[in-house]
């Protein structure tokens, strides 16, 4: 997974962002093998110097290159499907998350515990230290704990935003007068970032989205410490 970070994509930090690394594999794989078929098939033709002036039609042809195209989005369907299913189910969220989207920060409720509630503004960089992240650090994180499942809700009261978590594979659209919602598992501790991903007015590109991931027995103290 080191080598992600190679190509400006962030490592996954959940299984369902693994899936989809997996399956953007998989099809980039059978891309280049139509690209090199095709690019040999196109050079023979321009380099070849034999004619056949009496072929004029042949079913087998149109046959197979009929057929073979349709083989290979089977291979790309079917894993597609699977993946879809898997980003739409789910199954016994142990905490929810509700987030709604303002121009231009995040407020967050916590949905099973009573008066846990804050909003999520980026650090101005006056009050930035070494330890922060420019322009991608808030005053308040969310808290979530590892290795459970997480439902997240999400709206908006203003404009339509975008709350996304490219490390755990999440981008969900913040509709006004609208509720969707996702769920992710994060399987390690870590502070992972996110951006709203709609161009939701001028400072669209200053509300950031900041999950610190913590131990569940941290996590029960933090809630303590909360009330």
């Not at 056949?52 to 290159?65: P, T, V, Y």
């Not at 099973?112 to 804050?118: L, M, R, V, W, Y």
């Not at 006004?176 to 994060?186: A, C, E, M, S, V």
Request: hydrophobic residues 50%; negative net charge.
């Amino acid at each position: 997974m080191a080598t992600w970070s190679n190509f400006n994509l962030q490592n996954s930090a959940s299984p369902l962002m693994e899936q989809i690394i997996f399956f953007h594999d998989h099809t980039l794989i059978i891309l280049i093998i139509i690209t090199i078929l095709v690019s040999y098939l196109m050079l023979n033709l321009f380099f070849n110097n034999f004619i056949n002036r009496f072929l004029l039609e042949e079913q087998m042809i149109e046959l197979i290159w009929t057929i073979l195209p349709t083989i290979t989005l089977i291979f790309i369907a079917l894993p597609s499907l699977r993946l879809l299913y898997l980003l739409d189910e789910l199954n016994n969220p142990l905490i929810t998350l509700k987030s709604i989207g303002h121009q231009w920060y995040w407020s967050y409720e916590y949905s099973d515990f009573i008066n846990i509630e804050f909003d999520s503004y980026m650090l101005p960089m006056n009050n930035s230290t070494l330890n922060n992240f420019r322009l991608l650090d808030v005053n308040n994180r969310i808290i979530l704990p590892m290795n459970n499942q997480i439902r997240i809700m999400v709206t908006a009261s203003d404009v339509i935003h975008s709350w996304t978590i490219p490390s755990l594979g999440v981008k969900v659209d913040a509709n006004p007068g609208r509720l969707n919602q996702t769920n992710f598992l994060i399987n390690q501790i870590g502070i992972f970032f996110g951006q709203c991903s709609e161009i939701c007015g001028t400072n669209h590109s200053f509300m950031p989205i900041v999950i610190e991931s913590i131990p569940m027995k941290n996590f029960i103290k933090w809630i303590n410490n909360y009330y």
